[in-house]
Structures are given as structure tokens and as C-alpha cells.
């Protein structure tokens, strides 16, 4: 209801946002370069964050910037399952015939990433989401699926992006193995509290106004409360922006932010 009021072309703070753009905070900048630098090792890389910290949609920006002749970009998303229903859900990325055995899958899988290597001259880059959520034996198994021992360079990157609490589960013992391989470790954090202003007006911009519709002290309401990460922010804002068109206001203050607040919590 409140683009109308504000004049707005769209929704600024939805979840559609492309790649393209996407704020570039310093944590954006921080990801993009370690994750580029993964690509070039070709090996095991951990991204963490808390919920709505931007990482997958920071890994979905550089994958979508490689280039399609270089790389082949495999992504695999909250998979809770078993070994075998990893490996059925990299068989069906990979265009492969679902087998019914899980040794014949994985060495099909092995076989298509060597094909990709050695006779199409690609990169395979597998990312799995949500990897917190892996059971222990299907982290060993991606392991497995990496290990190409009697070759020079690796040729499967594996990217495992996740909350947190994959980091503490990856340095147990049992993983240990997997632990020593990970090449690239980046823990993604909020925006800071001078980039949320940035942040706010650049999605502003999207939606069609270069006015400066939230207050400073309503942008530091936001900031507080949201701890700097971009999809709390997002639902904040728009919470708040529909408080203060009901008010008929002209700009967010930090009253209208407090009001928004039951609706996020």
C-alpha cells in the first residue's frame, strides 16, 4: 500500500533482487575475493553466516559473473536426506541417469567431472546450501567425491555454505579428514552500522526515489535491531514504510520503526 504514498516504482526491500545488484558492503567484497581465490585453488571452501546474512546471495553474484566457456556451476540446495539422496541430487544437476546403486552413482558422478575436466576443459563447481544440515556420513562422502588423489590439481570445488554451527561441526574430530582440506574459511557478518544508510537508499533507488525517506535515527533503529543483516533489514523497513504511510507521513522516524516491530519479531 505504499508505493502509492511514497511514489515508489516497486517494492524496494522483496527478495528479488538480481545479482547484478546487490549492495556491495565490505562483507560482499571480503566473500567475492575468497571466493574467487577458491576457484583458482579448485579446492574445499566453508562460507558461514547467521540467517539473512546475504551469503548464498553473494555466491549466487560471482557464480552468475563466470565465465559459462571456463566453469560448470552445480548447486544442490538443503539437502537433509542420505548419502544416496545427495548423490541423486547431483545426478540430476549433472543430466545424469538416476542409478539405483549408490556406488554406481558416485562413480558416474566421478566420471562426468573428469569428462568436464579433461574433454570439455571446464571447471566443475559444486555448491551445497544449507550445509549445516548434512548428516556426518554425507559430509564424508563430498569429501570422497573431491579426493582425486592421483592427479596433480584438484577437479571438483566444493563450496559448502551455511549457518554457523556448520563451522563448530566441521572441526569435530569425526570430520577431521574434511577439516584439513578446507582451503577457504569466510564467516559473512552484517552491514556496518555506516553502510546501513547506503544500503537502504541503494534499494530505494531501485524502486524508483532518490529521497532520503528514513530519518537517521530511524535508520539507527533499523541498525539495532536488525544487527546489520540485509533480510532483517529488509523486513523492517517494510514494516516500517507501511507504519508511516498509515500515519501519512512523509519520512520514517524511529517511532514508526518501533511501531513495525511486533511484525518481525
Known sequence: MYRTHFGLTGYPFGSDLPPDDLFVSAAVKELETRLLHLLELRGIGLVTGDCGSG??????????????????????PNTTGNVMDLYKSIAFELNLPVER?????????????TRLCLESHLRPILIVDEAQHLRSDVLEDLRLLTNYEMDSQNRLCL?????????????????????????VRH?????????????????????????PLFEPAAIEAIFQATLGLPRKINLLAHHALTATALARAKVVTAEHVQAAMPEVS
Not at 552413482?105 to 566420471?111: G, H, K, Q, S, V
Not at 554457523?164 to 584439513?180: D, F, G, K, T, Y
Open 187 to 211: 564467516h559473512v557478518g552484517g552491514l556496518t552500522r555506516d553502510e546501513t544508510p547506503a544500503y537502504l537508499a541503494h534499494l530505494l533507488r531501485r524502486a524508483g526515489t532518490e529521497l
Open 55 to 76: 551469503k548464498t546471495t553473494t555466491c549466487r553474484k560471482v557464480v552468475v559473473s563466470l565465465h559459462t566457456g571456463l566453469y560448470r556451476v552445480f548447486y544442490v
Open 159 to 183: 563450496v559448502l555454505v551455511g549457518q554457523p554451527e556448520l563451522r563448530r561441526r566441521i572441526s569435530m574430530a569425526v570430520h577431521e579428514a574434511l577439516n584439513q582440506r578446507v582451503v
Open 101 to 113: 546403486s549408490r556406488a554406481t552413482l558416485y562413480r558416474a558422478i566421478r566420471a562426468e567431472v
